[in-house]
T-cell receptor, first 111, second 114 residues
Framework: GQSLEQPSEVTAVEGAIVQINCTYQ??????LSWYQQHDGGAPTFLSY????GLEETGRFSSFLSRSDSYGYLLLQELQMKDSASYFC????????????FGKGTMLLVSP | DAMVIQNPRYQVTQFGKPVTLSCSQT?????MYWYQQKSSQAPKLLFH???????NEADTPDNFQSRRPNTSFCFLDIRSPGLGDAAMYLC?????????????FGPGTRLTVL
């Protein structure tokens, strides 16, 4: 089976850097994805790590370490609009290979 | 712009009265997904279509059905909605099964059951 653990809530101030961790227990998967969801909105794809290491997209970076069963999303130069829920997700390499989501981390950015 | 469209955005139904939610996509993606999401929870996959091949999740209640008459459209039918079915229903697509990591979501339909 698959299990992904994320902190339920993280708070930070504008301009700061925040890291949202995702630890997982899964027998095997293709890669780690991150999605952003604003309150009342739909999830939006942010990034995907198929291989170990860091992927950077503007202010957002994502990291994966398969040996440590761990990944994170790093948000730099935080803005108020970054207040949202962030979900990590994996696609197991068995069965129909659909996404399994973590429970999500609510990020609250204050002035 | 290529996109995923869901109608209606808000749906109110009565307990036990069938309801149909619709989803269309202009991305020409092979895979379409239906998720149920309750407040402060992760999206829960109900089923997905790979082309016309229907795949039901093991714990999806029989009360939920789906149809995909063509590549562009997919419907979610709730035969007898209960109070516990009140939720946001999200439709998503991916280009193919091996690209399921990257999904494009519609804005969702918020279902209220009275």
């Amino acid at each position: 089976g698959q299990s992904l653990e994320q902190p339920s809530e993280v708070t930070a101030v504008e301009g700061a850097i925040v890291q949202i961790n995702c630890t997982y227990q899964t027998s095997g998967f293709y890669g780690l994805s991150w999605y952003q969801q604003h309150d009342g909105g739909a999830p939006t794809f942010l990034s995907y790590n198929a291989l170990d290491g860091l992927e950077e997209t503007g202010r957002f970076s994502s990291f994966l370490s398969r040996s440590d069963s761990y990944g994170y999303l790093l948000l730099q130069e935080l803005q108020m609009k970054d207040s949202a829920s962030y979900f990590c997700a994996v696609r197991p390499n068995s069965g129909y290979s659909t996404l399994t989501f973590g429970k999500g981390t609510m990020l609250l950015v204050s002035p | 712009d290529a996109m995923v469209i869901q109608n209606p955005r808000y749906q109110v139904t009565q307990f036990g009265k069938p309801v149909t939610l619709s989803c269309s996509q202009t991305l020409n993606h092979n895979v379409m997904y239906w998720y149920q999401q309750k407040s402060s929870q992760a999206p829960k996959l109900l089923f997905h279509y790979y082309d016309k091949d229907f795949n039901n999740e093991a714990d999806t209640p029989d009360n939920f059905q789906s149809r995909r008459p063509n590549t562009s459209f997919c419907f979610l039918d709730i035969r007898s909605p209960g109070l516990g079915d009140a939720a946001m229903y999200l439709c998503a697509t991916s280009r193919d099964r091996d690209r399921a990591e990257v999904q494009f979501f519609g804005p969702g339909t918020r279902l209220t059951v009275l």
